[in-house]
């Protein structure tokens, strides 16, 4: 059996489970096995993960789990139901206790998965070199836990079934710690699942002049994020830097607005699908790893890019 957890958010299931399921679900179906989908929210849509390829989706509601409660429900499932493989998304969550996971049952893990081949044994890809190469990794058995990274495989609801729900009674041992504070920040998409992002970096001069950079986001229903020394300076929340120290991201579209693209910068965006630069800089090296370049003042260039995305929406509104 393969099985994979399913995070739910307001009562929603995060796209980034269901990338994860649906590599689970061609793995079981290269290899015969069932596919299992596990959830600790009553909101779990038997429907949904059903249509992703899920034969099975056992819930546990006994509340929100804390993150050593959650390892051990993963555990005592993984030995209940003879689990070969667990498949998790590679968010904060996942790569939280993926670790944890594969140290308790004496598993091998790899973390940050972005495409596999079904070959014998199994092979799995990740990016690595910041970004530069790729590299196939195989488990030495025929098990472990695998972390599937945002937005590089797609949700696949090809399936015309509804799985079959059933309760897990575990019985959970206590927490290990407990968290302090919790805050979850509401409303807009998480930056590493967004399909575009538009980022802002030390070329605009001042937060205050951020209202164009959110303008254009809005407008393209994208998120926002930044470079580092932005975040280090206080103008955009430590969230939303993007890099090597940053978060890694891969959406389809990245729009860096006065950004110099650092080495440092580029390990955490340069696998995005297209990248677009907006820099007065013509010798800025981020101009090497874009897809399409503007070479002009952001100040001139972004409020005339926003008015021109504006009417074209109003006219083929
Ligand atoms: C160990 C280490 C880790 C790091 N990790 C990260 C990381 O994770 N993420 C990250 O981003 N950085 C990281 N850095 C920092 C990185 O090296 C760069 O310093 C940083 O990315 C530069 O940010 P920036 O491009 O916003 O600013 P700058 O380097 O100051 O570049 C500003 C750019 O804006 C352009 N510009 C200025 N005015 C305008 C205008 N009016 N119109 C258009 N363009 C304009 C300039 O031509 C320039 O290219 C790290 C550094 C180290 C040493």
Sequence with gaps: MIATYIEVIDGKIKKSSLEALSLAKDIAAVKGIKCLALSTSKSASAEVVGSCGADELIVQDSGEL??????????????????SYIVLA??????????????????GIISGVNGWAAASPMQFRRSVFSGKANAWYSFMEDKGVISVMPNSIPVKKTYSKVAEISESNVNLSGPVFNSVNKELVKGKTPLTEAEVVVSGGRGLKDPSNWGMIEELADLLNAATACSRPVADSGWRPHHEHVGQTGIAIRPNLYIAIGISGAIQHLAGVNNSRKIIVINKDPEAPFFKAADYGVVGDLFEVVPKLNEAISKFKEEHH
């Design 66 to 83: 804390d993150q050593s409660q959650l390892i051990d429900w993963l555990c005592k499932l993984y030995s209940a139901y003879q689990i």
């Design 90 to 107: 590679n968010s904060s969550i996942g790569k939280a206790i993926g670790g944890q996971i594969a140290a308790k049952l004496q598993l």
